[in-house]
């Protein structure tokens, strides 16, 4: 029986890094006394105390610059965003303060932000949305997008050890959905890597967050068809690990890059760049996206079903694909 | 790497030991007229002879804030200049070299030419540079001063800002965390009534910068900011408040600023009347006239300072043309602390 959901799995890394090293420390709105609105850090303040777990006011900015005055005097901030379509309100002191600090003056700004993403949780246009790629393209950052518990917890781990600023993305949707066993030794994820999360010959799906769990499905259905498909987890959205994605394509020679994001100017296109650019002789077929229509997450159900992608849209297109 | 080359300078009238009031008035003296003579030569001749590029905001007529403020700071507090204190970096040990050549985006400046004038910092000298978005930096030297707290140390930030840098939404959500989480800043304004081409009645419509203190808790203070002593009297004060865990002070430093907002803007805007009135309450001369008052220099000794100076900036300039460009092939360093594959 499977024992640990993505979201406790955060809590253990972030909590066995608190235990580790006695400059990281927690800070945002409602985290302490309440755990969080997602309860993450449920227990954290009667273990580690208020110093190390900080409630704020309402601020986005400030807690991100905090985060990164404190990441200056030599502290490892953890700084939470109770919904990451908040994270707009501290956007400048993510892609202009955090990001140039290193480049600008040497100065290395090693923070983390958590911020709790994704739809399919009928949260409505503010509260579902994946931002993603936002932060992909500024230079300096590094973007996070666990799939697994076993991911989240070795990525934040990893996250919270690096020294530039990470953007660690949680999808809400897999917080109690997903549930695996964890290994009881420590370990951590290299930041930069992909998975190979299903070995396959015939198509490569590259995705990453709760997609996953859709490519996931469509390849089962696709292997009872008899087609072979491999699944790429990206993890990492930025840097982009090019070296595994572009292994997987020249096997298979045939690519959908899907994620949960809108279209226009997601990780899609840069992932499909990067193939037609590097892969392009080894390619049977295009390359093809599947992801949300460029359009607001909307609330009510029918609309965020039709909104979201979903095994059966990979299928689909998968099939389409595969007799090109 | 681009940054964080600790250059050994020892400001050649600043003696630290000298801190009877005269040797004081001394120090004062020195490092606003280095800052004036710097900026001087930056604006209007560098800059005029193309040698300086983009940008150039300087703060004629408000040296005495910066100096009387960073007068009051020890070695391990961290300093948030804003865009008009460039005495905080000769304070804190950057050579004006570096100053120089950071102006003219040269390898030896203090950014090596990764950003231009005075968004420079410097992590070993405990100096933070400044992004151009105003006011972001408050919350960060909130961030810094709660660390300071948590380490156990009696450390504290000073953050310093324009009148109109209140207006942004960072601005208060720094002051109002430094306030509840009794944070050890030492806030500054130098409020010199413009913002750009914006008088202050524009930009707020309390009358004091000081007013918006207590609405954060925050006890505020109005000096003259033309006045080096009353700059250095009042921060101490703010100071000891903060370091005594007291949380956050703020001090309004009242003076204008003397040129246009920069380089190439002409202030016609401003009423004539106001620069003059405002000429005579130079904060450099009014230092001199005390210092002469009451025996602690002698006008020769005011004047020798001044030619050191001069000199030294001669130097500095020198140094800083002989400064090499940097090398486009570190274009790609220093991003990340290793380079990801594939960038
Ligand atoms: C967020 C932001 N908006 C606009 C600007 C452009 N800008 C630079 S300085 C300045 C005026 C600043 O006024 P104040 O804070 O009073 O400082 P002063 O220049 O008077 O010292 C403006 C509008 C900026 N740097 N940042």
Redesign the interface.
């Known amino acids: 029986m499977a024992t640990t959901t993505y979201l406790e799995a955060i809590r253990e890394g972030l909590w066995e890094e608190m235990e580790r090293d006695p400059n990281v420390?927690c800070i945002g709105e409602d985290i302490a006394v309440y755990g969080g609105a997602f309860k993450v850090t449920a227990g954290f303040l009667e273990h580690f105390g208020e110093?190390r777990v900080?409630d704020?006011?309402i601020?986005e900015?400030?807690?991100?610059?905090?985060?990164?005055?404190?990441?200056?005097?030599?502290?490892r901030?953890v700084a939470e965003m109770q919904f990451a379509d908040f994270i707009t309100c501290g956007f400048?002191?993510i892609v202009?303060?955090a990001a140039?600090?290193?480049?600008?003056?040497?100065?290395?700004v090693p923070i983390v932000i958590r911020a709790p993403s994704g739809g399919g949780v009928h949260g409505g246009p503010f509260h579902s949305q994946n931002p993603e790629a936002w932060f992909a393209h500024v230079?300096?950052l590094?973007v996070l997008c666990p799939a697994t518990a076993y991911d989240a917890k070795g990525l934040i781990k990893s996250a919270i050890r690096?020294?530039?600023p990470v953007l660690f993305f949680e999808h809400k949707a897999l917080y109690r959905r997903i549930k695996e066993d964890l290994p009881e030794q420590e370990y951590t994820v290299p930041i930069?890597k992909a998975a190979i999360y299903r070995d396959g010959t015939d198509l490569s799906i590259i995705t990453y967050g709760a997609m996953l769990y859709e490519a996931s499905q469509a390849a089962g259905d696709l292997a009872a068809e008899g087609y072979s498909v491999e699944i790429v987890d990206l993890r990492t959205v930025f840097?982009?690990?090019?070296?595994t994605v572009l292994a997987s394509v020249r096997k298979t020679a045939r690519a959908i890059v899907l994620h949960e994001d809108t279209l226009t100017g997601g990780i899609g296109g840069e992932v499909v760049a990067?193939i037609t650019e590097k892969a392009f002789e080894y390619l049977d077929a295009p390359v093809v996206r599947i992801a949300a229509p460029d359009t607001p997450v909307p609330y009510s159900s029918p609309l965020e079903q039709a909104f979201l992608p979903t095994a059966a849209k990979v299928t689909a297109k998968a099939r389409w694909l595969l007799q090109y | 790497?681009?940054?964080?080359r600790p250059m050994q300078w020892t400001p050649t009238a600043a003696a630290p030991e000298q801190d009877s009031e005269a040797g004081l008035s001394r120090r004062f003296l020195y490092y606003m007229a280095l800052m004036r003579e710097a900026e001087g030569r930056i604006q209007d001749k560098l800059y005029r002879q193309g040698k300086v590029l983009g940008g150039v905001y300087i703060g004629r007529g408000q040296e005495a804030i910066p100096v009387g403020a960073g007068l009051t700071t020890r070695p391990n507090d961290?300093l948030f200049p804003s865009h008009r204190d460039m005495a905080l970096y000769f304070i804190r040990g950057v050579h004006p070299r570096e100053v120089f050549a950071q102006y003219m985006g040269r390898a030896g400046g203090?950014?090596g030419g990764?950003?231009g004038n005075m968004?420079?910092?410097?992590?070993n000298r405990r100096i933070?540079?400044i992004?151009?978005?105003l006011a972001?930096?408050?919350?960060?030297?909130?961030?810094?001063?709660?660390?300071?707290r948590?380490?156990g140390t009696s450390d504290i930030?000073y953050a310093f800002f324009g009148d109109g840098s209140t207006s942004r939404?960072?601005w208060h959500?720094?002051v109002?965390?430094a306030a509840?989480?009794k944070a050890p800043v030492v806030l500054i304004c130098n409020n010199n009534q413009w913002a750009y081409s914006t008088p202050l009645d524009k930009q707020m419509a309390c009358a004091h910068v000081a007013d918006r203190g207590p609405a954060y808790g925050i006890p505020s203070e109005i000096v003259d900011g033309n006045d080096v002593w009353a700059v250095y009297h009042a921060t101490q004060r703010a100071a000891d408040h903060a370091r005594s865990g007291l949380g956050p002070y703020m001090i309004e430093c009242k003076t204008f600023r003397m040129t246009g907002h920069s380089a190439h803007d002409p202030a016609s805007y401003v009423p004539a009347h106001l620069f003059e009135e405002w000429a005579r309450k130079d904060p450099i001369e009014r230092l001199e006239r005390l210092m002469v008052e009451r025996g602690y220099a002698g006008r020769d000794e005011i004047d020798d300072i001044h030619a050191g100076i001069r000199q030294e900036v001669d130097e500095a300039i020198a140094w800083a043309e002989n400064s090499p460009y940097p090398d486009p092939e570190t274009l790609l360093d220093?991003?990340?602390?290793t380079r990801?594959?594939?960038?």
């Open positions: 420390f110093k900080v704020t006011p601020s900015s400030a807690i991100v610059g905090a985060a990164i005055g404190a990441g200056f005097i030599g502290l901030p400048d002191q202009n303060f140039k600090c290193r480049y600008r003056w040497g100065a290395g230079p300096g590094k690096d020294n530039d930069g840097p982009l690990d090019e070296e990067r | 790497m681009a940054a964080v961290f203090l950014t990764r950003d968004h420079m910092g410097d992590m933070s540079a992004i151009s978005a972001a930096w408050i919350p960060v030297a909130a961030g810094a001063a709660m660390a300071m948590y380490l930030t939404g960072d959500e720094g109002n965390l509840v989480q220093n991003v990340y602390e990801p594959a594939g960038t």
